[in-house]
């Protein structure tokens, strides 16, 4: 429970706030106010390991020394000139260009995930083809908040419908087969309506994708899924559009998820860890898309807080230390690490329906029953609460938790924060596997 400061704290500002945090948040009333590399301090002192990294963003944990350095130094000098060239934009380029694959060799940088998939979205636009007016994307899928990113995915708030202009394939979500069928003796049937949705329908510019849907439960693909959909975009000129916005910058144990999955995008989006949590993004893609005469008009990739100093300054220093400490390394073995403590807590609880996760991702789903897969929100909130209360913070949604832990975090604190959320698990179910 969060103490006597922390109440007084939150009661002061619903005064004036406006409702409709997120679902963590709501639940568990906290007010923090230090975060040092993997761990928080709340207002009454007491602290969290945090193995959701912010939100999904600090890949190298709170306040790193050499990235709050860089945003010290940067912010005694410059915060906004808009889009023109500052000190450090050509530095990140060239870093950007060493770790990312050879064929994404040009960039945008913006200030939001949502900012980057739109304009990703008006460059798919500018450069498609007469007649080439719809875009594909997939069931689950999350892009952000803002209208076009809602339009992808048939997002619909209240009694207003925008479905816009896109075309739904199903995802790779094997656990929940919504054509009931089981891998790998389904021949990941999903990935061949993928396919025929692009082949029969001509008017597709662009499939918009996670290659690990995120917000859905950190849903990784079967082999074989990605390997079908990506040849038959290229067979029928549609271009990827890989929305790497939580998954890129390494943690899924190489710079790009797709490039474990064989993915050769032609557009990449990217943000959230990028920076270490500092708001910033990035459009990556390839010269012929992002030079092409329409999509490279004045002002397609301009806006107020768009290149900003600051956010190249936090993103520069972040990359470097991950390139330079040679982390992604670590987090292949951190989440090898992971993947064998959550299959020994599936094995032990029967509240835990399915435990999925690629590097320093996972996702644990809790059902009712096993059998039925009934999912189970209200024994994840009872885990998320007594988690929290144990000194432990995760990410909630619905009936699932994810975990993404920094990549700095070290082995025993990793461990010790499993063993929180076993600890917790025991509590919520009391006790009983």
Known sequence: MSGLRQRERLA?????????????????????????????????????????????????????????????????????????????????????????????????????????????????????????????????????????????????????????????????????????????????????????????KSNVSALVFEPVLGAAGVIVPPPGYWEQIAESCREHGVLLVADEVLTGGGRTGTFLAGEQFGIEPDLVTLSKGMASGFPFAALAGRAEVLRHPRAAQAGSTASTYANNPLGIAAARATLEVVRRDALIGQVAGLGALMDERLAQLRTEYQVLGDVRGIGLLHGLEFVRDRATRQPAPEIARAVYRHALDLGLRTAIGGHIIRLAPPFTIDRPLLEEGLGLLAQALERATGGQQ
């Open 12 to 200: 002061q500002e619903a005064v004036h706030l406006a409702p409709g945090a997120s679902e963590e948040s709501a639940l568990g009333r906290r007010v923090f106010v230090e975060g040092r590399g993997a761990v928080l301090t709340d207002l009454d002192g007491n602290q969290y390991i945090d193995l959701a990294a912010g939100t999904l963003t600090q890949s190298l944990g709170h306040c790193h020394p050499e990235v709050v350095a860089a945003l010290t130094a940067q912010a005694e000098r410059l915060w906004n000139v808009h889009d023109f060239s500052t000190a450090d934009r050509a530095a990140l380029c060239d870093l950007l260009a060493d770790l990312l694959p050879e064929q994404l060799d040009t960039y945008a940088f913006f200030s939001t995930g949502a900012e980057v998939v739109e304009a990703a979205l008006r460059a798919v636009q500018a450069v498609a083809e007469p007649g080439r007016n719809r875009i594909g994307a997939l069931r689950y899928g999350f892009h952000g908040k803002t209208q076009g990113a809602r339009m992808l995915v048939h997002w619909d708030i209240g009694n207003q419908a925008f479905a816009g202009n896109s075309v739904l394939g199903y995802s790779p979500y094997c656990y929940r087969c919504p054509l009931d069928l089981e891998y790998p003796s389904c021949g990941v049937r999903c990935a061949t309506l993928v396919r025929r949705h692009i082949a029969e």
